[in-house]
């Protein structure tokens, strides 16, 4: 087997294809040769893993980064990465989102029954529990740089979808939701971040 029988039948492999799209391709090859095809000027069609990193390079902070991650017991996987801390930055030094966020426990109660109410996120008593440890974190590492330490709660998920139309390919984009913005206020400062201000992490 040649070098370029060899290459195109692990793309075959690679992409989960039947094992008799290898002689329906060198078929085409053959014919292609015959006609003097120009491979050269090949039409170059966008993947759909290509058009999603297009539309959220914008609002990410740049291109990913391209890396091979190797997981022991499993084929190696390569995955694009968006930088977290520089997508984060960027949100909270935007002083309109900034407008009525989340930064301290604020428990509310009923002013009849006086019972508990859980609304914005940070009603919960995991609110609570968070500073708790932001602060004594702080006092354990002796952190004396005199700024504000705040919690900031992060939601980390992961939107399987399919990306073919014969359900073999499938990427797996992951995500992450900053969420000390109030539920109810929307905002329309930066063109494709969501609401609760969903990041694209890879």
Same mark, same amino acid.
């Given at each position: 087997? +040649?070098?370029?029988?060899?290459?195109?039948?692990? !793309?075959?492999?690679?992409?989960? !294809?039947?094992?008799?799209?290898?002689?329906?391709?060198?078929?085409?090859?053959?014919?292609?040769?015959?006609?003097?095809?120009?491979? +050269?000027?090949?039409?170059?069609?966008?993947?759909?893993?290509? @058009?999603?990193?297009?539309?959220?390079?914008?609002? /990410?902070?740049?291109?990913?980064?391209?890396?091979?991650?190797?997981?022991?017991?499993?084929?190696?996987?390569?995955?694009?990465?968006?930088?977290?801390?520089?997508?984060?930055?960027?949100?909270? +030094?935007?002083?309109?989102?900034?407008?009525?966020?989340?930064?301290?426990?604020?428990? !509310?109660?009923?002013?009849?029954?006086?019972?508990?109410?859980?609304?914005?996120?940070?009603?919960?008593?995991?609110?609570?529990?968070?500073?708790?440890?932001?602060?004594?974190?702080?006092?354990?590492?002796?952190? +004396?740089?005199?700024?504000?330490? @705040? =919690?900031?709660?992060?939601?980390?998920?992961?939107? /399987?979808? =399919?990306?073919?139309?014969?359900?073999?390919?499938?990427?797996?984009?992951?995500?992450? /939701?900053?969420?000390?913005?109030?539920?109810?206020?929307?905002?329309?400062?930066?063109?494709?971040?969501?609401?609760?201000?969903?990041?694209?992490?890879?």
């Amino acid at each position: 087997m +040649s070098n370029a029988e060899e290459s195109l039948l692990s !793309l075959i492999i690679e992409n989960n !294809l039947p094992k008799r799209m290898f002689p329906a391709i060198m078929d085409w090859a053959h014919i292609a040769s015959r006609q003097g095809y120009d491979f +050269s000027m090949a039409p170059m069609y966008p993947t759909i893993l290509g @058009r999603m990193i297009k539309k959220y390079i914008n609002v /990410s902070g740049g291109a990913p980064k391209s890396e091979i991650v190797h997981v022991e017991n499993h084929a190696p996987m390569h995955v694009f990465r968006f930088d977290f801390l520089m997508q984060v930055t960027r949100l909270l +030094s935007n002083p309109e989102l900034m407008k009525d966020s989340l930064w301290g426990y604020n428990p !509310l109660a009923d002013l009849l029954s006086h019972e508990r109410v859980y609304a914005e996120m940070n009603t919960g008593d995991f609110w609570k529990r968070g500073e708790e440890y932001v602060s004594n974190r702080k006092v354990r590492l002796a952190t +004396s740089d005199g700024l504000p330490h @705040r =919690l900031c709660p992060i939601i980390i998920f992961v939107d /399987s979808t =399919l990306v073919d139309r014969i359900g073999r390919l499938k990427v797996e984009p992951v995500l992450c /939701s900053v969420q000390y913005c109030a539920r109810l206020v929307t905002f329309a400062a930066l063109r494709g971040v969501r609401r609760r201000h969903g990041l694209y992490l890879g």
